[in-house]
């Protein structure tokens, strides 16, 4: 069974930063696309970022470009999220997923881990 973990959320001021990891287990990690999808109080969940399978192909939404980067590690079965330039509009409830080949749609995701909170104060 596939799990998805993710970790590294919190709260910080506007201008900050906070790296998110999601580890998973279950299945070959380095066969799928991962991607991290957020959620704000009284909005629906909207796509951030997606990684293809080795790596070398990156998508962001463009309310995070140039400050968000994501990557993966597959030694370790972790993907991450560099949040840099954090505003106050990037509060959410974090989500990492995984799929197939990587997409901006959440339907086409497979796995999902149980999110992380990442509050930004101004």
């Known amino acids: 069974q596939v799990q998805l973990v993710e970790s590294g959320g919190g709260l910080v001021q506007a201008g900050g930063s906070l790296r998110l990891s999601c580890a998973a287990s279950?299945?070959?990690?380095?066969?799928?696309?991962m991607g991290w999808f957020r959620q704000a109080p009284g909005k629906e969940r909207e796509f951030v970022a997606a990684?293809?399978?080795?790596?070398?192909?990156?998508y962001y939404a463009d309310s995070v470009k140039g400050r968000f980067t994501i990557s993966r590690d597959t030694a370790k079965n972790t993907v991450y999220l560099q949040m840099n330039s954090l505003k106050p509009e990037d509060t959410a409830i974090y989500y990492c997923?995984?799929?197939?080949?990587?997409?901006?749609?959440?339907?086409?995701?497979?796995?999902w881990g149980q999110g992380t909170q990442v509050t930004v104060s101004s």
């Open positions: 997923a995984e799929a197939p080949r990587p997409s901006d749609s959440s339907w086409e995701y497979d796995y």
């Open positions: 990684i293809n399978w080795s790596g070398a192909t990156t």
């Open positions: 279950g299945r070959t990690f380095s066969k799928y696309a």
